[in-house]
């Protein structure tokens, strides 16, 4: 099945919720997609809860206009704001997250590498140790050890409720989501990072020299329109694959 695109709610508060509720339209409708755009932001994922001082730290970066977001899916903490891209798709697959993890995260990596292709940067799929919410699945560009991280993704995974369930309860639902850096200022993003970070003491730090815009890998001087031409080609790579498991 190919996917529905489903435009972002601007009158939701917290977007990550908005970006939650695509699970209920992949019951409802099957494979769906949504590209967004956040306000200046972070997000951290639930784990975070566990650390001293959390809340007041949330609070006061809330204070001075950026506030601190809960995601479900794991990893660690994300910029958001202006430049940054987010890609959000959201489907069944036939069985749980041992069995079709990783066609999900290379279906997620294939599409936004399609997309990328078209504006001249050429992407792989490598982790960047130093980068921020490193992992395996980060989408790198430039060789080897000198890589540089410009997107990351992550997922999330819930059973499907027993009105969609499988004789053999093992239908899951999947919440496949990317940030991608499109003009956004690597040593910006990793400042407001490294100040919460520092703000709940967790000893984690971040080198903006590990990231890179689109911007910057395609040698573009002037991004305007950059974000739309990115979002258009990304959309374009999703319209034309087929949600993994169906």
Known sequence: MTFTFVESDPTETDPLQGELALLEHAISTGPVAQLWEAPLSLVIPRSYLRQPGIEEARAQFAAQGCPVWLRMSGGGLVPQGPGILNVSLAYAVPRGVAT?????????CEVIAQGLREVGVET???????????????????PGDSARKIAGTAQYWRRAPSAVQTPDGQRHLVLAHAILLV?????????????????????????????????????????????ETVKTAIRNAIARSTAPGQ
């Not at 079709?100 to 997620?108: A, G, S, T």
């Not at 792989?124 to 430039?142: K, M, T, Y």
């Not at 970070?197 to 020299?209: L, M, T």
């Open 100 to 108: 079709w993890m990783e066609p999900v995260y290379l279906h997620l």
């Open 124 to 142: 792989h799929w490598q982790a960047v140790e130093g980068s921020f919410c490193d992992g395996r699945f980060n989408l790198a560009w430039g």
């Open 183 to 227: 003009d956004a200022d690597p040593v910006e993003i990793n400042a407001r990072a490294n100040a919460f970070e520092a703000a709940i003491h967790s000893g984690r730090h971040y080198d903006p020299a590990k990231v890179v815009s689109v911007r910057e890998a395609s040698g573009i001087d002037d991004a305007t329109g950059l974000t």
